[in-house]
């Protein structure tokens, strides 16, 4: 019996132990339901609601897409993030994230209770538990990561709750591509897209497998694995993420060794709003989209976000014709620059880069250009400091990087400079504008407003206005067309001519000359022959007959908004105007007389695809479709046998000469060209406009001050400076077809009753050859 006794003894002793541990064991689990009760009621913090998680607040750029559907650029802040739907993905880009973060990311409902029990009884040594859910919801809604551990397992016990709500609200592709989109690549790459971009200079469905490794080894830690900064380190985390897409059954071995013997091939391209593709043009749509925003508030009342809140612009220019008027931009200042220079040097020119200017009006024009300046502008009113100090500090020695052509390449060069020497060194630089537009459509196809944006950020297409030369001749030809009924095929006499004083309010007679001098005149000349070589007293002949107020009106009513004062030496070009302007004012000639507005932005959506705004054509009957078509006529004749003539053929033979500064000439062109050159006097302004029937463009080349110019019509004329542009982009956009850019005839009014076709009328003297001074305007 006592045995007995002492046997039950020591069962009641172990059935202690075994009510102690369920006790425990229950009490520990009521505790975890309690911590994750406590955490859904906001015990440890407020979680976000369903609202909250259907709608997290992410800052999204506004993205810029052009016609032909590529990304332009992006308007933000901080965050660079566009977001792509999981359509938009690589399956491969997927299957890494997957077996990289959470292989049982299929099979678990926001937490993997397997990879979390091995990750309790390991102490974290066997690998992390947080699923790819659990990682979203840290991203979305940890603010900041604790460094203490009790704070760090409050921080993961909502992680675990917000992680389950995820899953309940978003199928499991919608997580992985909120993942993808919300993770921060660094180096400006904020989400998959802008990621793809900047370090492949791809779209994400182009990546290739292990460019898909590379980017999700980023997740790892991005700020240990940058490619710019740790190339080697960001390389073997790439090679185990294609070891585990090995270990899963995403590759074969042969591919993964293979792939992972690769380099990483970067190519970098950084994503900023002084670089990259369109940049005038994206910073005129800045301006453009603030007074949008201005008048178009949200439903609720408040102002669209243009840095955050994910709008989409769609614009006019096509990507395409864009590069290729860049491109032609950046191959011919480069040469036309090195001629100016050589011909300003210190020995030629003692005050280079400025003609007709001496020491004391150059200084007056530094000092002006100083108080303008953003440096001026940031010391005054940022800084607070005195007009003295801000002086004093444009004549110290400053570390910079100045702009430079090197090679026939735009660089910067890092040197040490005085402030106020390094303005006379820009405004050494010859400055471009240029647009290109579909004049039946009024679409701005492309735009390019300097030679490079972060060091000449004034806009010369759209805020810069210059004197505009012969090429405002055309708007007097056609108001004479208009009245007059005339022909290109109507004779003139070539002779000087003057219009008396105080006619059209002129105070004194006006005598304009002929570009060869008093020579230069003899016999008679047909309206053709006199536009295409840019007879002074021909044009002084029709603005006499017509008046200047009908020409400044025409010209008003075909767009141009700037102030043309009603005198007769407008018919020169003496007016300042804008190459948008000109540009759409010369559409009107290519669309049968009528203006059709420049369009730049054709619709506007939010985030969701709402359209916010959708653009509505606005034209207006100018001239009739005949009075447009001659006039069009006659500028035919410019490119056929007058300054435009180099489009077609190598000229004269001292036309050499050319072909080491103007490149890729000659150009021979055979198609129908419209066109005009304009030179201004001294050679400050060389400009030319061109048309085709669905292509208007206009270029113009000068110095910011009008004092930095050629000292010789030779490479001073129009036909120099800026027509080369022209070819050089349209021989681009010709060799690409998918544009369709017209050869064909400009079409003909139906009922045309003024003769156009001179073969039967006998032409004037014998056209004035190519390399003449023929469109210097005085």
Known sequence: ??????????????????????????????????????????GFGELPDY?????????????????????????????????????????HLVDALIATEDARYRSHSGVDARGTLRAIFKLGSGGGASTISQQLAKQLFTIQVSDSKLQRAFQ?????????????????????????????????????RSAASIYFDKEPMELNIKESAMLVGMFKNSALYNPRRNPEGVKNRRNVVLGQMYKYGYLSEKVKDSLQATPLDLKYTPQSHRDGIATYFRAYLDGFMKDWIKNNPKPDGTRWSLYNDGLKIYTTIDSRMQKYAEDAVHKHMPRLQKEFDHQNTPQRNPTAPFSELDQSEIKDLL??????????????????????????????????????????????????????????????????GMMSMDPQTGHVKAWVGGINYRHYQYDMVEKGRRQVGSTFKPFVYATAIDQLHLSPCDQFPDTPFCIEKNKFGNPEQWCPKNSGG????????????????????????????????????LAHKMGVESEIPPVPSIALGTADLSVYEMVGAYSTFANKGVYTKPVMVTSIEDKNGTILYQFKPETRDV???????????????????????????????????????????????????????????????????????NLVTGVWVGGEDRSVHFQSITYGQGASM???????????????????????????PEQLSINVDCSIVTEGPTEIEEALPDDLDF
């Not at 064991?25 to 975890?32: D, E, K, T, V, Y």
């Not at 675990?160 to 993942?179: M, P, V």
């Open 518 to 553: 008093d020579d230069d005149y003899g016999g008679k000349r047909t309206l053709k022959n006199a536009l295409a070589n840019s007879v002074n007293t021909i044009t002084a002949r029709l603005i006499d007959k017509v008046g200047p107020q009908p020409v400044v009106d």
């Open 367 to 432: 000092n002006r250009s100083m108080r303008q300046s953003e440096r001026w502008r940031k010391m005054k009113y940022d800084l607070k400091k005195e007009n003295k100090e801000i002086e004093e500090s444009f004549h110290k020695p400053t570390q910079m990087g100045i702009f430079a052509w090197k090679d026939g390449v735009a660089t910067e060069i890092d040197t040490i400079m005085k402030p106020i020497d390094s303005m006379r060194y820009y405004k050494s630089f010859l400055r471009a």
């Open 722 to 748: 800026a027509l080369p542009i022209w070819a050089l982009y349209m021989q681009s956009c010709y060799a690409d077809e998918e544009l369709n850019v017209s050869k064909e005839e400009f079409e003909a």
């Open 156 to 192: 993961k016990v909502k992680e675990w709750i917000i992680a389950a709500k995820l899953e309940r609200q978003y199928t499991k592709n919608e997580i992985i591509s909120q993942y993808f989109n919300i993770y921060d690549f660094l180096n400006n790459a904020d989400g998959i």
């Open 1 to 42: 019996m006592a045995k007995t006794k002492k046997s039950n003894k020591k069962t009641d002793d172990f059935s202690i132990y075994v009510r102690w541990f369920w006790i425990l064991f229950s009490g520990g689990i009521l505790s975890i339901i309690l911590i994750f009760l406590l955490a859904s009621w906001g």
């Open 51 to 91: 609202t909250v998680l259907e709608n997290p607040k992410t800052n999204l750029a506004t993205e810029i897409i052009s016609s032909d559907g590529k990304t332009l650029g992006k308007f933000y802040l901080n965050d660079n993030r566009t977001p792509v739907s999981y359509n938009e993905l690589p399956q």
């Open 623 to 693: 001239l009739g479709a005949e009075t447009a078509y001659v006039t069009v006529k006659l500028l035919e004749g410019v490119t056929e046998g007058g300054s435009g003539t180099r489009l077609r053929h190598s000229g004269a033979a001292d036309q050499a000469v050319y072909k080491e500064i103007i490149t890729g000439y000659p150009y021979k062109f055979e198609n129908p060209i419209a066109g005009k050159t304009g030179t201004t006097q001294n050679q400050s302004d060389g400009w030319f406009m061109g048309m085709v029937p």
